[in-house]
């Protein structure tokens, strides 16, 4: 079966805050990341699937936790979703050098992501 959770970030509106609440609460190992125009952390957790944070990007945005479904194109996967009902929170977008991600809020209201990781490219026979 296609399609599992592959990450899970907080947007959250105090960054500072929140590394330090969750530092504290789990022990996790929180590395922050200059990905272009943004620092971004990335949350290890040991054992299961991982996840970041960042400062919310959504205009609307409030603190929350959202997990991210992986999708072999996120533009097809977004227009899919649309036309089954979604909104669209925040469109397709290029995470330099990692691979696009949108956010979508389901018929019922519920937010997801949709994840297409950056095709690695293949190596040159000799």
């Known amino acids: 079966m296609g399609n599992p959770f592959v990450h899970i970030e907080l947007v959250s509106t105090d960054v500072k ?4 609440f969750y530092g504290k609460l789990f022990k996790w190992k929180l590395d922050d990341v200059d990905i272009g125009d943004m620092i971004y952390t990335v949350v290890k957790v040991g ?3 991982g996840g970041g944070l960042m400062q919310n990007p959504m205009r609307d945005g409030h603190s929350m936790w959202i997990a991210y479904v992986k999708v072999g194109n996120v533009k097809k996967a977004t227009s899919k979703a649309k036309a089954l009902g979604a909104k669209v929170k925040k469109d397709v977008t290029e995470v330099e050098g990692v691979g696009r991600l949108s956010i979508i809020s389901d018929p019922t209201g519920a937010l997801l992501g949709l994840w297409e990781p950056r095709k690695k490219a293949k190596k040159k026979k000799s």
């Open 17 to 20: 805050k929140a590394k330090s």
């Open 47 to 49: 054992e299961g699937t």
